[in-house]
């Protein structure tokens, strides 16, 4: 089969030919050429020694960043390509990364040290293959299975465990059986893994299109670093707004979700709070109030944990703290929440409802989803019109109010509030005269208090 390969990848190919040595591209880019996906990048192996590949480049712009692992990086038209040479890792006394690097001859050693079949096929620019672990058929087949024995290799390196799963998800691959007991069995092996490591994994899985029945089948490797799910992995609610348990709620949640790591987060952590919030009436249906603000307590514990950058961090806690909150279809509730939060969260935040909503019993929540298109499309009305939804949109500005006989300092801003208050509400108008004549009965109920 004959794959688009660029040009700077067959110049290098071409290269390291001429000069006597053995190269290939490996790794990501041949799986996703096999799965008819273009790569984001072209890593190449060759049995040349890191010197060498300097030698056959010694022209261009090398970047020798990782050389002490045998990584030699080439530019080549303004792109980088990574060529390193074929290795073996020794063994990981620190179950974290390899005692060393050893080089080897042999292209099958280098392959031998990769993690699932679909990463350890090497391709030569004419599209031959060289597959000793049947990466290319279980590529065919959508499975995920580790090279070799799946325990030790999982021992080796825990990390393994979360790119198995990332896989799993953005692909909709299934994790061979194998393969998957031995993830189960290792997961304490994330322990080990730094918290950025799971994290920048945890965000490609989170948005990738399987991510629901990832959840749905490791939910005890999500809790060993984060054991917060626990509780609500086994949460049961009676109730006949749900029929569901907990988790499988939440996984509904997700799914429905855009695919966006900030709303995925939400959803994954929305109801993380409920189990602690638990009561049950005479009646047997079970209430969780105040679960909003013990999620976001809890969330925010459990993203910093997980080194999340605070800008992720503040948005999710803010969807999940209101994700409960009532919201009428109408125009002061809309331009009140507008205002509050921003368009950008205000538009999340129904994103979130309405996820919250399909997750839930949907006989009951059919109006409510209605209802939710409906506060979009207002919205966006309010938007389009321009409507005043900010101090700074305000037809008045803080020199009016002192004119108008306000002493500067803190009660001019309260005065602005004020005005913008009336407006979100529908009581004003947006107008110079209508604003001056409502500065005054504000001044009025601030000398009355
Ligand atoms: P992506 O599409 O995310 O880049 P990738 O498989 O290319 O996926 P990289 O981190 O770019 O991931 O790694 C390149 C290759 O190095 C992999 O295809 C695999 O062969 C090997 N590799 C990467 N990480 C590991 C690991 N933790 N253990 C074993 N082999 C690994
Ligand atoms: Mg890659």
Not at 321 to 342: E, F, N
């Given at each position: 089969m004959k794959f688009e390969i660029p040009a700077g990848a067959g110049y290098i190919l071409q290269t390291l030919a001429a000069a006597g040595h053995e190269g290939y591209l490996v790794g990501g880019c041949v799986r996703d050429l096999l799965r008819g996906v273009e790569p984001h990048d072209w890593d190449i192996c060759t049995s040349a020694l890191p010197e060498e590949t300097e030698k056959c480049f010694a022209g261009r712009r090398i970047l020798g960043t990782g050389l002490k692992h045998g990584t030699v990086t080439v530019l080549v038209e303004g792109e980088p390509y990574e060529i390193t040479t074929y290795r073996r890792e020794g063994p990981y006394s620190d179950r974290r990364r390899p005692d060393y690097v050893r080089f080897v001859p042999d292209l099958a050693e280098d392959l031998a040290r990769r993690d699932f079949t679909m990463n350890a096929i090497a391709m030569d620019l004419d599209g031959n293959l060289r597959d000793p672990f049947g990466g290319a058929e279980d590529i065919r087949a959508g499975l995920i299975r580790c090279v070799g024995e799946p325990d030790p290799r999982f021992q080796e390196d825990g990390l393994r465990v979360m790119r198995a799963l990332r896989f799993a998800a953005v692909f909709g691959y299934e994790i061979e059986a194998h393969t998957a007991r031995a993830i189960h069995e290792n997961r304490a092996m994330l322990d080990r893994v730094a918290a950025e490591r799971i994290n920048a994994e945890l965000r490609k899985l989170l948005a990738g299109k399987?991510?629901?029945?990832?959840?749905?089948?490791?939910?005890?490797?999500?809790?060993?670093?984060?054991?917060?799910?626990?509780?609500?992995?086994?949460?049961?609610?009676?109730?006949?707004?749900h029929c569901r348990g907990g988790w499988e709620h939440t996984i509904h949640a997700v799914e429905a979700a855009p695919a966006d790591v900030a709303l995925r987060l939400a959803m994954l952590l929305h109801d993380i709070g409920k189990p602690a919030c638990k009561s049950t009436d005479e009646q047997g249906v079970d209430h969780f109030y105040g679960h909003p603000a013990v999620s976001a307590?809890?969330?925010?514990?459990?993203?910093?944990?997980?080194?999340?950058?605070?800008?992720?961090?503040?948005?999710?806690?803010?969807?999940?703290?209101?994700?409960?909150?009532?919201?009428?279809?109408?125009?002061?509730?809309?331009?009140?929440?507008?205002?509050?939060?921003?368009?950008?969260?205000?538009?999340?935040?129904?994103?979130?409802?309405?996820?919250?909503?399909?997750?839930?019993?949907?006989?009951?929540?059919?109006?409510?989803?209605?209802?939710?298109?409906?506060?979009?499309?207002?919205a966006e009305r309010i938007l389009a019109e321009k409507q005043c939804l900010t101090l700074k949109d305000l037809a008045v500005n803080g020199r009016d109010v002192i004119a108008a006989g306000i002493e500067p300092g803190p009660e001019v801003g309260q005065v602005l509030e004020g005005l913008l208050k009336r407006i979100l509400d529908g009581e004003i108008q947006n107008q110079r005269n209508a604003l001056l004549k409502g500065i005054n009965s504000i001044k009025q109920q601030l000398l009355r208090q």
């Open positions: 399987d991510a629901g029945n990832v959840l749905r089948q490791y939910p005890d490797v999500f809790c060993q670093f984060w054991p917060q799910l626990g509780p609500l992995v086994t949460l049961e609610q009676h109730s006949p707004w307590r809890l969330a925010d514990e459990m993203l910093q944990a997980l080194k999340f950058d605070s800008k992720t961090r503040e948005r999710v806690v803010l969807l999940v703290k209101r994700h409960d909150v009532p919201l009428p279809p109408t125009g002061p509730a809309i331009r009140r929440w507008l205002s509050r939060l921003g368009p950008e969260a205000f538009f999340q935040l129904l994103e979130v409802k309405r996820a919250d909503n399909m997750g839930q019993n949907l006989e009951k929540v059919r109006g409510r989803l209605a209802e939710l298109g409906e506060i979009r499309a207002q």
